[in-house]
């Protein structure tokens, strides 16, 4: 048994954004040489999510618009007390989930054809970080 | 270290249906052989869901009620521009969730007294696959 | 490879009751010698969710609002008819999720600096049960 561990940073222009991860945890698994296993992919910060969804925009801007009505922005959330802004941003962490596990078979992400990892970004603009863990052989 | 790959083939009658398949994993387990683990459950479709509850058909109505009231049906998603009209299966697993892990112990799946995992098609009438992938010794 | 399989047991004095289990999980960890690997925490019971969010009073009451507003008690779902009445802990599990997969790395939980595992209790007062599962080496 073998694991390795990366971990991703990022810090993004626009308080939300939602990016493509897809292709790193690829190279990731590829560098590995691992065959079979896992791949954890996890928000280390507890405002953004992790998601396996489609890669067509029009779609993400419909996710965006859901979570603005499921988890919505309100000054008044009772988290606002301790100075901070942003409770819509843990809620919609919730709603989407923090992490992901990914399946490898034969080197390769045991993905369907339309599956993509996203980060979901919901209080950027500073330096945040997820975490790659795969263990296999 | 051993791991099991295998995949659970769908094609639902009806758009929308709810199956149990917690015997299907069940087999797998014993076959393997594998006595400590983890089984991966995972839709490999952005428009269908895997989740643990329970095998109570009035509760799954409420479920599929309450999923059609938080992320409905409506012919206006910008998704719906690439000529697909299935946004509201895109939100509902992610609602849902794609994925469970399984824990496996003596041999068994170690589940409580209820627990029941289910595969939720959202956008169903043609061929659709979940991975099982059991990691363990 | 290792595994080490615990389990937490719960009896709550409230009906809804959220508990911080983080430390609970570092034990486990650290008793078992692992420095490489994966926790498995999962509810075994299927009104009950486990997530990692932040620790700060304020925000778990606006998780516990936000999880009323959109999966209410109600007398009137379907799942009643059975003699239930918690249908509404059965979405609020769906909604939170019963399960985290929590990275171990260097003998440590490999969490950012806020992230915190808890247990959500949606309809207490009785024995309830949470795995927590370790593979590693």
Redesign the interface.
């Known amino acids: 048994?073998k694991?390795v561990?990366e971990y991703l940073w990022f810090n993004t222009r626009q308080r939300r954004e939602f990016i493509n991860i897809t292709d790193k945890i690829k190279e990731m698994v590829e560098r590995s040489g691992i065959q079979?296993?896992?791949v954890?992919v996890?928000?280390?910060?507890?405002t953004a999510g992790v998601?396996?969804?489609?890669a067509?925009?029009?779609?993400i801007?419909?996710?965006q618009t859901?979570l603005e009505k499921?988890?919505p922005y309100d000054p008044n959330?009772?988290?606002?007390?301790?100075g901070e802004t942003n409770?819509d941003a843990?809620?919609k962490?919730?709603?989407?989930?923090?992490?992901?596990?990914v399946?490898v078979?034969h080197g390769f992400l045991?993905?369907?054809p339309?599956?993509q990892v996203y980060y979901a970004e919901f209080d950027g603009q500073r330096r945040?970080?997820v975490?790659l863990?795969l263990?296999?052989?």
């Open positions: 048994m694991t561990t079979e296993g896992f954890l996890s928000a280390m910060h507890i998601y396996v969804n489609d067509e925009e029009g779609l801007e419909d996710i859901w499921l988890a959330y009772k988290h606002h007390a301790t409770a843990h809620l962490s919730m709603l989407v989930n923090h992490e992901v596990i399946p078979t045991d993905f369907g339309w599956q945040k970080r975490i863990k263990m296999g052989e």
